[in-house]
């Protein structure tokens, strides 16, 4: 049976290295990309230079017909999904909960937990063996903020990414008898440009000089253990939040 994966938020940084790993696990491969169309594309040749198909959909997760199409285009061009990551992700911007924007604090829900349910469901009613699937693989990509709380800079994107962790916890327990694994890696701060284009664009800094390893991570720290999670190796691993964060 082939192997394909849905990457969301794969345009660049953790998704785009997570697609390029898959794609040498010798998954198909299909990312989706919110606006950086010229990024997405530079992704689909790397995964096809490994020798594996691979698409980009252009999709927001937070709007369900639009993951609905990517789901779509994946059964169309690649076959029937066995790998989805649920990469797709925003802090907002930076601020305290006193000046928190109204719009800020649902579009930050809508992307990293309304999204994350939204594809999770399309991807059970593919993979569930009580459906006429063959089981496959979910994995959320939270954040060491659930567990830390980001006082002063992104309570609200914590909040969000410990809705997903305990999304993760239940449906694990949903949907493990019907051949579907659901982890959450929990990932340090990393070295892309998420902070730049939201946020506070000198936390990785910050971060790196505090860390225990002395440094915030590299997408392929994370997009490694990804691929862990999904592989046979975690055969028995359901229901569990996988730091990575370097100590913090």
């Keep these: 049976m082939s192997k394909v994966a849905i990457i969301t938020g794969a345009g660049r940084g953790i998704g785009a290295e997570t697609a390029r790993l898959a794609a040498a696990a010798g998954y198909d491969v299909c990312i989706s990309y919110v606006s950086d169309s010229e990024s997405a594309a530079h992704v689909v040749r790397d995964c096809e230079a490994a020798g594996r198909k691979a698409i980009a959909v252009k999709g927001d997760v937070a709007n369900v017909a639009d993951v609905s199409n990517l789901f779509a285009q994946c059964d169309q061009h690649l076959g029937p999904i066995t790998l989805l990551v649920n990469n797709a992700g ?3 911007e930076a601020t305290t909960v006193r000046d928190l924007k109204d719009d800020i604090l649902a579009r930050t829900f809508e992307v990293n937990v309304y ?40 309570v609200h994107y914590a909040a969000s990414k410990a809705a997903v962790e305990t999304f993760t916890i239940g449906l694990s327990k949903e949907a493990g008898r019907d051949g579907i694994r659901v982890n959450a890696l929990q990932a340090g701060t990393t070295d892309t440009d998420l902070h730049q284009r939201s946020g506070n664009p000198d936390r990785p800094a910050m971060v790196a000089s505090t860390a225990p390893l002395g440094r915030v991570a590299t997408p392929r720290d994370i997009a490694e253990g990804v691929l862990w999670l999904a592989s046979p190796e ?4 359901t229901g569990a939040i996988l730091p990575i964060a370097g100590g913090l």
């Design 115 to 154: 999204g994350t349910v939204y594809c999770a469901r399309e991807a059970i009613s593919r993979m569930a063996t009580s459906n006429g699937g063959t089981g496959g693989v979910i994995i959320n990509v939270s954040s060491v903020a659930a567990r830390l709380g980001s006082p002063g800079e992104y």
């Design 90 to 92: 925003i802090v907002g």
């Design 234 to 237: 975690a055969g028995y691993t």
